[in-house]
Every structure is written in structure tokens, then in C-alpha cells.
């Protein structure tokens, strides 16, 4: 199978909840396709926080940006790489180009960040939102993260998490303080380290890898997440309305948050 140029298989599914009244989750994929560099798939999505509508303001403000710098910034670079170079050749995305895409992305999340915070001071409310950003061309994938939104990568029975969780939790894990047992009930288990629009300062991750044949990429937000076993992800994820599935197998265990995922297969 030609990686570089068969079409991906995507998924996306997001639900209120239980709980909530308003929706604060949002997402977008966009697939296109170039003449040199192949198909490319684009996938951001972001989970918001804040009183009543003003997370789903934060989610799908920087949705939406992303949207644009696909469109826009992204479009123009692969316009000079395909003038200047084939890109299919040899090593596919050169080190570079993902540093170039980085370079980009890291800007737009400070700029997002100030920019969030400021309409909440206009307004008098905090906002922010969690997000992560997936790239996939030439058999390889950039993610960005901010947030404990995640990235997954399952390929029959292995399920492996890219990201890596910028939450007080995961920390006091990382420092050996709490169990993955006491995380999951711990009352800050939703308390962020990092969020675009309510931290002075953001530092998103970057990861980078190949993609294999029969790859799945899941990229979700907590709601989704946090009651599912990695059994599950795998059984369910690649699946006909394998995220819907999901959804509705855990809102049954009571999840209250809303819930998003997006799934790409390469």
C-alpha cells in the first residue's frame, strides 16, 4: 500500500454529555491533497473550559485559527516545497520543515493564549482551552499538545499514548507521588498545568514519529478518555462508529464531561 498517497480513514464524533449545558469541546480535520509531498491529513481538537459558553469561545477560537494556518501558512509552505524539491524522494519531510511547521505552531499558541486572556479580562471571566494538533504526511506525524487532551496510535492488539498528560496529576505521577489508581478518583485530576488562554506563559509539547501500515490515530479529550481501558480503545477505535461506541460506553459509567475524539487511519 502507497502510505504517501492513499486517502486516510477518519472518524470524528463529540457529545454533550450527561451533565453539561453547553458543548465545549470542538474539532476539525481537513485532508488535502499536493503535488509532490502526497496526501496530507490535518486534525485539531481542543477541549474548553469556563463558565457556561466561554470555553466553547476559547475551543472554537483556536479551532478555528488552526483551520486558517492550514489553509493559509501551511498551504504557502508546501507551495515552496513543491517548487523547490520532491519531497518523495529519498528521506520524506525533511527535519526542517517539521521545525518550520513547529516554529509556526508554538507562535500561534502564544498568540491564542494572550489573546484569550485578554477578551477574558474584557469580559471579566477566565477562559482557556486544552488542544491537540495532528499532522500526517509521507508516513511520518507531528502532534502538538497543550492540555490533557491526548493523542493515541493503535495497530492491531498495541496501543501506544503520545502525549503526554500536562496535568497536576500526571506530574505528581511523573514525581512518584500518586498512583494511576489515586489519579483517577483524585479531586484535581481536571486541574491543568498548562491551558491556552489561562496560563501566563504556554509550552506546548511536539512529537514526532513514522506511521505504519495500519496505523489508527485517536485524538481525544478527557471526557473520552478517562473511563476507557486501552482494550477498549483498541476493540472500539477502529471500528464502524467505533467512537460513538465509546461515547455511549461511558456516559453509561457516568461519565459528566462533554465527549469529543477524532479518529484518522493512514
Given at each position: 500500500?502507497?502510505?504517501?498517497?492513499?486517502?486516510?480513514?477518519?472518524?470524528?464524533?463529540?457529545?454533550?454529555?450527561?451533565?453539561?449545558?453547553?458543548?465545549q469541546d470542538s474539532l476539525i480535520v481537513k485532508q488535502a491533497r499536493t503535488n509532490n509531498i502526497g496526501r496530507v491529513c490535518f486534525a485539531c481538537l481542543c477541549d474548553g473550559m469556563g463558565g457556561l459558553s466561554q470555553g466553547e469561545v476559547a475551543s472554537a477560537s483556536f479551532v478555528n485559527r488552526?483551520?486558517?494556518?492550514?489553509?493559509?501558512?501551511?498551504?504557502?509552505?508546501?507551495?515552496?516545497?513543491?517548487?523547490?524539491?520532491?519531497?518523495?524522494?529519498?528521506?520524506?519531510?525533511?527535519?526542517?520543515?517539521?521545525?518550520?511547521?513547529?516554529?509556526?505552531?508554538?507562535?500561534?499558541?502564544?498568540?491564542?493564549?494572550?489573546?484569550?486572556?485578554?477578551?477574558?479580562?474584557?469580559?471579566?471571566?477566565?477562559?482557556?482551552?486544552?488542544?491537540?494538533?495532528?499532522?500526517?504526511?509521507?508516513?511520518?506525524?507531528?502532534?502538538?499538545?497543550?492540555?490533557?487532551?491526548?493523542?493515541?496510535?493503535?495497530?492491531?492488539?498495541?496501543?501506544?499514548?503520545?502525549?503526554?498528560?500536562?496535568?497536576?496529576?500526571?506530574?505528581?505521577?511523573?514525581?512518584?507521588?500518586?498512583?494511576?489508581?489515586?489519579?483517577?478518583?483524585?479531586?484535581?485530576?481536571?486541574?491543568?498545568?498548562?491551558?491556552?488562554?489561562?496560563?501566563?506563559?504556554?509550552?506546548?509539547?511536539?512529537?514526532?514519529?513514522?506511521?505504519?501500515?495500519?496505523?489508527?490515530?485517536?485524538?481525544?479529550?478527557?471526557?473520552?478518555?478517562?473511563?476507557?481501558?486501552?482494550?477498549?480503545?483498541?476493540?472500539?477505535?477502529?471500528?464502524?462508529?467505533?467512537?460513538?461506541?465509546?461515547?455511549?460506553?461511558?456516559?453509561?459509567?457516568?461519565?459528566?464531561?462533554?465527549?469529543?475524539?477524532?479518529?484518522?487511519?493512514?
Amino acid at each position: 500500500m502507497d502510505i504517501f498517497n492513499t486517502k486516510f480513514k477518519v472518524d470524528a464524533y463529540s457529545d454533550i454529555g450527561n451533565k453539561k449545558k453547553v458543548n465545549q469541546d470542538s474539532l476539525i480535520v481537513k485532508q488535502a491533497r499536493t503535488n509532490n509531498i502526497g496526501r496530507v491529513c490535518f486534525a485539531c481538537l481542543c477541549d474548553g473550559m469556563g463558565g457556561l459558553s466561554q470555553g466553547e469561545v476559547a475551543s472554537a477560537s483556536f479551532v478555528n485559527r488552526m483551520g486558517q494556518w492550514f489553509e493559509n501558512e501551511f498551504s504557502r509552505i508546501i507551495a515552496v516545497e513543491d517548487a523547490t524539491e520532491d519531497l518523495s524522494q529519498a528521506n520524506p519531510v525533511p527535519t526542517d520543515f517539521f521545525r518550520q511547521v513547529e516554529a509556526q505552531l508554538e507562535m500561534i499558541v502564544r498568540q491564542m493564549n494572550q489573546g484569550l486572556k485578554q477578551y477574558g479580562s474584557e469580559q471579566g471571566f477566565k477562559l482557556g482551552t486544552t488542544a491537540v494538533v495532528i499532522l500526517i504526511m509521507q508516513g511520518q506525524y507531528l502532534i502538538m499538545s497543550v492540555g490533557d487532551s491526548r493523542a493515541y496510535v493503535f495497530n492491531g492488539n498495541s496501543l501506544k499514548q503520545i502525549t503526554h498528560d500536562q496535568s497536576y496529576v500526571q506530574q505528581q505521577m511523573d514525581l512518584g507521588r500518586m498512583t494511576p489508581e489515586e489519579a483517577a478518583v483524585s479531586p484535581d485530576k481536571s486541574v491543568l498545568l498548562q491551558c491556552i488562554g489561562a496560563s501566563e506563559n504556554v509550552y506546548p509539547d511536539f512529537y514526532r514519529g513514522k506511521c505504519e501500515e495500519g496505523d489508527t490515530f485517536l485524538i481525544c479529550s478527557d471526557g473520552l478518555w478517562r473511563l476507557l481501558t486501552p482494550k477498549e480503545i483498541v476493540s472500539y477505535g477502529a471500528k464502524t462508529n467505533g467512537l460513538q461506541k465509546m461515547t455511549e460506553l461511558v456516559k453509561s459509567r457516568g461519565e459528566t464531561d462533554n465527549i469529543s475524539g477524532l479518529v484518522i487511519g493512514v
